[in-house]
DNA sequence: CATCATTTGTTCGTATGTATC
DNA sequence: CGATACATACGAACAAATGAT
């Protein structure tokens, strides 16, 4: 499930690839509406990253209407049946 | 309160127009001593530049003797009285 | 009710790479 | 070349709310 390693090398910045499997997975199923996401620290142990880097990611997710966040609680997935 | 927008096309660098900015608040009373200046997330957000140019105009003050930085705490104003 | 682990929020320090003037 | 500026990324530390036990 979108589980290869970052490319460290790629033009893509790290967050963005992250933010990229995280879409996938939802789309994919991993995570329904109303599902959390893993936790920022899961995240950062996941990916090998440095937090801030999953909450860059994370963010992105946010801004493209994917999750919203719940100070001390996490990010949930939203339901974008009504975004079409 | 010094809220223009930036001069991207002056001579003066970005970093020592917002110097300028924070002296002026800090002379003006917008924060006094041992009050902590806005953080660096939040001028780089409120100046819309980057957060090593806004690094960089709160070094200047510190070297100037207006503010005094706490590593994860903040930048805090001096009192100047005794500084003649 | 108290305690503890979890989780996001916030903050400064540092480094690298790129671009421009 | 040096100064300025932006983007990205890692590190470290503490705060504060939440939820489970």
Not at 39 to 66: I, K
């Amino acid at each position: 499930m979108s589980d290869d390693a970052l490319d460290h090398d790629s033009l893509v910045p790290l967050y963005r690839q992250i933010a990229a499997r995280l879409i996938h997975g939802i789309e994919h199923g991993d995570w329904v509406a109303g599902k959390r996401i893993p936790s920022e620290p899961t995240l950062t142990q996941r990916y090998g990253v440095a937090r801030e880097t999953v909450r860059a990611a994370v963010r992105h997710l946010r801004n493209t209407g994917y999750v919203h966040t719940v100070p001390k609680r996490g990010s949930f997935v939203l339901d974008r049946t009504r975004h079409d």
